[in-house]
């Protein structure tokens, strides 16, 4: 596979599994008996960690599209650790299930403290979200080492907004303002130069 085509689908697949993340964060993942009653428990507050993660993730897009070989490897690294952080935030809630969802149920019954809340859960069922964030987390994980192992084939970035010229003296350093006259005159000064 070329390495455009490599690069074109790593960046793909980072906004389709950040938009997973997006999606599990959003689901139900427990349901509580609390007090006798159905306390539903959503992924926004099992894993509150997860949007702030894909948002990451998603940054991370734009940044892999102009950075050089060098910095694909660090964001690489980057992308890895944030599908770990994915899996941790995830297990975390489904060992911990009360304790993930501590926040609302005190919203909800004002009694307050890890142990005072967990005395009020009678039971607890999960669906299977946490499990597939943990699948995504994967995921990502693995991608981000792929990107590490596959960034040198990349193709580079475009270099319309850099300029670089080796300059040996003072008489090989370009004028800025003959070059904007060359241009509206109808010249290329970069043409020329590099013909020079």
Do not use: N
Not at 16 to 37: D, P
Not at 165 to 171: G, H, M, Y
């Amino acid at each position: 596979m070329s390495g455009g085509r490599l690069k074109a689908y790593s960046l793909v697949g980072i906004v389709l599994l950040a938009a997973l993340v997006f999606t599990a964060w959003s689901q139900t993942w427990f349901t509580l008996t609390v007090q006798s009653k159905s306390f539903v428990v959503a992924g926004s507050v099992a894993g509150s960690a997860l949007a702030p993660i894909a948002l990451a993730t998603l940054a991370l897009v734009a940044a892999l599209a102009i950075a050089g070989p060098f910095f694909r490897v660090v964001l690489g690294l980057l992308l890895a650790l944030l599908g770990v952080c994915v899996i941790v935030v995830s297990a975390f809630a489904i060992a911990h299930p009360v304790v993930a969802a501590t926040s609302a149920i005190t919203k909800t019954t004002g009694v307050a403290g890890d142990a005072s809340v967990a005395k009020l859960v009678t039971a607890t069922s999960m669906t299977a979200w946490p499990v597939v964030a943990i699948v995504i987390g994967a995921i990502i994980a693995l991608l981000g080492l792929l990107i590490v192992a596959t960034s040198r084939r990349w193709p580079e970035s475009g270099r319309k907004y850099t300029r670089s010229r080796l300059v040996t003296s003072d008489a090989d350093v370009p004028d800025p303002v003959q070059e904007w006259d060359a241009l509206s005159e109808g010249d290329d000064p970069t043409g020329r130069s590099a013909a020079s």
